[in-house]
């Protein structure tokens, strides 16, 4: 096996490579093969962007067919057939059921492209340039998103300051007593605070990369309050949470809060296609023509596969109901983890089939993480210090092999902490059953 062209040719800039060092050649569901034929089980999902797995049939027949078809697949913003039954079965299937009115935009292709529409369209209709954002927030890597992401390591790399955004606690940042609400509260009330008027806030409901932190059904709808009472639009970023992440289409649905704008990409294309939107309501579409854009905004196969997405899986609940019921197995087997040693050594924290190990040692979570990896399963850390084994796999896992994935991620955990430590009477005894009730 042959890594040099990478080292040889490519940044420095590379990432997962340096953690998951194989050529990979194939992919299929929930599995990965390399170029020597070793299986490895995806409990990544491409950072939560193959929901339904690596090639799955059905969107594969939809490329397939869109292809042959000889559909355009570059549209920039012009009226496609592809984009008109993506929107039609986006309004029939997920927006219509929710009784949301949402109006689309497309944006560039990737995450942080919706985001940075998102911040943008905000600021133009408050006329004001401050956005809140929450510590450990993720939003990606351009500059307006970034300047609303927490973590030093990509902010470091910007090369100039990064402004417009205030910080405030997520919740749960200042311990579990502390309503970190009223901190919010009590800085925009006061004048004297420092805090510029906010046009809008800038959340997700569980922080992927900065930690599967989640944030409380409460907590949403109080943030939700505060922005009406302070004038500020309010964002949810779903795009890692979001396309049935946590059990809804919505990660935010169970909260029953009524964001003003949200951003979609990742997982929406559902075949690892480059494809993202804001979702804004009605009013707030001031849009002029043409004044933001963007080359890739009409990524036609993306649309055919995103369409045959959400035909295939929200047609119904059933799905969703598959997704909570197997995050709830990851949620017991977690907490047998957590028992299982001594107290402090680890803890445990996620929604839906977004779940994550936590370690007070940076260094154990990557040691876990190299020793994960090397026996058959691909895995990621996220959080601040990357402290966290973030289990991300695709929604459409069977659950034998998302089984079959745990049992090698506590293997793996005992051959690097030693068996000494382990209470030996809890290893192993998971009853799936119950978690499946
Ligand atoms: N927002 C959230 C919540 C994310 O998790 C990410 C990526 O991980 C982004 C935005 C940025 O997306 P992209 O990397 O596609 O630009």
């Not at 890594?3 to 998951?20: H, P, Q, T």
């Not at 943008?120 to 970034?146: C, D, E, P, Y």
Request: hydrophobic content about 40%; charged content about 25%.
């Amino acid at each position: 096996m042959s890594l040099k062209i990478f080292d040889r040719m490519e940044s420095e800039v590379r990432g997962y490579i340096r953690s998951f060092p194989v050529l990979f050649t194939r992919a299929k569901g929930a599995q990965l093969w390399d170029e020597e034929g070793t299986r490895y089980i995806d409990f990544f999902s491409g950072a939560g962007t193959l929901n339904y797995g690596h090639n799955h049939p059905a969107l594969k027949e939809a490329v397939l067919e869109y292809v042959e078809s000889d559909g355009l697949v570059h549209g920039l913003d012009m009226a496609t057939t592809a984009k008109k039954e993506f929107l039609e079965t986006f309004g029939r299937l997920i927006l219509n059921p929710r009784a949301m009115k949402y109006k689309v935009q497309f944006t560039g292709p990737t995450g942080t492209n919706a985001v940075e529409a998102a911040l943008k369209l905000a600021r133009q209709i408050k006329g004001r340039s401050n956005i809140v954002s929450f510590t450990n927030g993720f939003h990606g890597v351009t500059g307006g998103s970034l300047a609303a992401t927490g973590n030093a390591k990509f902010r470091d790399a910007s090369g100039v300051a990064l402004g417009n955004v205030t910080f405030m606690p997520y919740d749960g940042y200042l311990g579990d007593n502390i309503n970190t609400i009223e901190y919010i509260e009590r800085m925009l009330s006061d004048s004297s605070s420092g805090v510029d008027k906010p046009a809008a806030v800038i959340v997700e409901t569980v922080q992927g990369e900065g930690g599967v932190n989640v944030a409380g059904h409460r907590w949403l709808r109080d943030l939700e309050q505060l922005c009406r009472r302070h004038d500020m639009l309010l964002i949810v970023d779903d795009i890692q949470a979001g396309c049935g992440r946590t059990g809804t289409f919505f990660s935010f649905e169970p909260s029953g809060i009524k964001p003003d704008i949200v951003t979609l990409s990742k997982s929406l294309s559902g075949y690892g296609l480059p494809m993202a939107l804001v979702l804004m309501n009605p009013e707030l579409d001031v849009w002029s023509p043409g004044a933001h854009n963007g080359t890739f905004r009409g990524n036609n196969l993306a649309f055919a596969t995103a369409k045959q997405a959400i035909q295939s899986f929200w047609s119904s609940d059933d799905f969703g109901r598959e997704v909570t019921r197997k995050g709830k197995m990851i949620e017991m087997w977690l907490q047998h983890i957590v028992e299982s040693y001594p107290e402090g050594q680890f803890s445990a924290r996620g929604r839906g089939m977004m779940q994550g190990l936590v370690s007070e040692d940076p260094e154990l979570t990557a040691r876990i993480a190299a020793e994960v990896f090397a026996n058959g399963v691909v895995i990621e850390t996220s959080g601040s210090r990357d402290e966290v084994l973030k289990i991300l796999a695709p929604l459409v896992i069977d659950e034998d092999l998302l089984r079959k994935g745990l049992d090698v991620i506590e293997q793996s955990i005992v051959s690097v902490l030693g068996v000494k430590r382990v209470q030996p009477d809890k290893i192993r005894v998971v009853n799936f059953a119950r978690g499946t009730r």
